[in-house]
């Protein structure tokens, strides 16, 4: 079946008289047991919760793996739960635009473990390609396609030929693409994993991360790490984030329907100096987009004629876009990346990033086109 339809299909309860459509919202901290427990009897809510697995089974079967997903706290628990599998003195080859707090994460093992970081140009294979062999053999390539903010797009599974032939794991950050657009256990990645704060909860209302294996003894060691770290979710922002990934679809759909003739409009617009989508014929990852992507995804970089000051001031003016640090939501957001002190020096300062929503594009349009001729 299509990914539209287990998007609503998985996870649901076996059909029986009375049975209820949704799985039920179970909050209990511990499960009546006696004895010597049999494997998978529900014991005690850090080891397991049974809220968890219809969101882990729909989101293990949208990425076509061979396990049930495994849901974290955060997006962030989730990559530390991945990084982990890098040994002490390993090295790990990743964007030099991740997601800046996976950024800061690697600089954290660099520090305390002594991993060698190698910070690449995703997009150049031969590039990654030459850090992934020396000066050693990698341990991890972590990938992000499209990154965050750039929109860079790698070729994953070249990506994930040039890691495996060095001996290296794979783990892809698929926030950006959702599995909808992009699988990449399906391009031979070992480890993927989620901010399901973004798109697959997709109403900021819930942070929550998630990690996949196909491998049963790199799975084994994502859970054992979640367990040993309480790294777990609240029952409640599963059961949300279930809900808001039975509409999937419709939001990726209808958000990247509105960020591409977004894009297309803003590339003639007379207060835009640069307008990154992977939609746009002339964008640097539009042709890789087209070929790995079922989709270009609705996030859109931006830079507005007058630097980061006109830029601040296209933000201020907005009145439907949400100034605001998230993504993936129903509701447009945007910001200006380099405001925080932390961003990558090689994002631009006046860089935009702007996710699309799902409300009337003309709307969106009108106020966009009226701040960026306000400033
Ligand atoms: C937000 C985000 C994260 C972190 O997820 P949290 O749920 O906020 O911890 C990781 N990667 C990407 C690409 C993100 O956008």
Known sequence: MSPATLAVSAGRPARSQGAPVNAPLVLSSTFVSQGVPEPGEPLYGRMDATTWHPFEEALGTLEGSAHPALVYSSGMSAIAAALSLVPPGGRLVLPRHSYQVTLGYARDLAERLGVDVAL?????????????????????????????????????????????????????DNTFATPLV???????????????????????????????????????????????????????EVWLAL???????????????????LARRLSTHPGVAEVRHPSLPTDPGHERAARLMTGFGSIIGLRPHGGPDAADGVVAALQLWVPATSLGGVESMLERRRRFATESLTVPEDLLRLSVGIEDVEDLWRDLDRALRSV
Do not use: C
Not at 129 to 155: C, G, H, I, Q, Y
């Open 243 to 261: 809900r808001g990934l039975r509409t999937l679809a419709l939001r990726v759909e209808r958000a990247q329907a509105s960020a591409a003739e």
């Open 120 to 172: 690449v140009d995703i997009d150049d294979t031969a590039a990654v390609a030459a850090a992934l062999a020396s000066p050693r053999p990698a341990s991890m390539l972590w990938v992000e396609t499209p990154t965050n903010p750039m929109l860079e797009v790698a070729d994953l599974p070249a990506l994930v030929e040039a890691a495996h032939a060095v001996g290296a794991l794979v783990g892809v």
């Open 182 to 236: 992009q699988r990449p256990l399906e391009h031979g990645a070992d480890v993927v994993v989620h901010s399901v704060t973004k798109y697959l909860a997709g109403h900021t209302d819930v942070v929550l991360g998630a990690a996949l294996a196909d491998d049963a003894a790199l799975h084994a060691r994502l859970h054992a790490y979640r367990t040993l770290h309480g790294s777990i979710a609240g029952p409640f």
